[in-house]
């Protein structure tokens, strides 16, 4: 199946610093979502971003489905950035009729104040 | 009004009993899921519906039974907990197949002891 990794696994960032979080995946994708799970365990929606480059706010999210990855940026950082950030991936090929994300492990972000 | 929600949120359980966790949807999609998040955070599918039938059903021990009685809902039913059943379930649910954002509820974390 298709392989989900996601760099870095942790990252500690000052509050107000800018950040980076990477998304490589091995083989062509139909969707891409990112997620945030807050300190709570709520999975939020971010983007969900195929192809092309989006923002909300002080995020953003770009993902080039040719070369197989996508990046979500993340600027001035805040505390409650903290939690862990999931991508995922719909295999082009996961079968007919199916739907099948599968998550990568996940960044997990401390933002100290 | 929350779109995708679950009940209950935490559930303490001795091993070999029977438990159920309920999942609704008010976004009027037609295919829901029910996901695994293990103790490292990582998150597998484990079922999903189309309009109430099963399209999906990843490599699960039988002791774990979906219901949708109609396409709103999605229900896991598991008999004789183990151990290892102990994890956040999360449901969620998508527009289509393989079209639109996935969004979750907020998770039933189920404990075994």
């Known amino acids: 199946g298709i392989q989900v990794e996601q760099s870095p696994p942790d990252l500690i960032l000052q509050e107000g610093a800018n950040s980076t979080l990477r998304c490589n995946f091995s083989?062509?994708?139909?969707?891409l979502q990112w997620f945030h799970q807050n300190p709570w365990g709520q999975l939020i929606n971010l983007f969900y971003?195929?192809?092309g480059t989006k923002q909300n706010g002080r995020l953003s999210a770009t993902t080039v489905a040719t070369e197989r990855y996508s990046l979500l940026y993340i600027s001035s950082s805040q505390t409650t950035d903290s939690g862990v950030y999931f991508c995922?991936?719909?295999?082009?090929?996961?079968?007919?009729?199916?739907?099948?994300?599968?998550f990568g492990k996940g960044t997990k972000l401390s933002v100290i104040p | 009004d929350t779109a995708v929600s679950q009940t209950p949120k935490y559930l303490v359980t001795q091993m070999g009993n029977d438990k159920s966790i309920k999942c609704e949807q008010n976004?009027?999609?037609?295919?829901m899921y029910w996901y695994k998040q293990d103790s490292k955070k990582f998150l597998k599918i484990m079922f999903s519906?189309?309009?109430?039938?099963?399209?999906i059903n990843e490599t699960v021990p039988n002791r774990f039974s979906p219901k949708s009685p109609d396409k709103a809902h999605l229900n896991l039913h598991i008999n004789s907990l183990e151990l290892g059943d102990s994890a956040v379930y999360f449901c969620?649910?998508?527009?289509?197949?393989?079209?639109?954002?996935?969004?979750f509820g907020e998770g039933s974390r189920l404990t075994v002891l």
């Open positions: 969620a649910s998508s527009q289509d197949v393989g079209r639109g954002e996935l969004f």
């Open positions: 083989d062509s994708v139909n969707n």
């Open positions: 971003i195929p192809s």
């Open positions: 995922a991936v719909d295999p082009l090929y996961s079968g007919a009729g199916s739907y099948q994300l599968t």
């Open positions: 976004l009027g999609h037609d295919t």
């Open positions: 519906y189309n309009n109430k039938e099963l399209i």
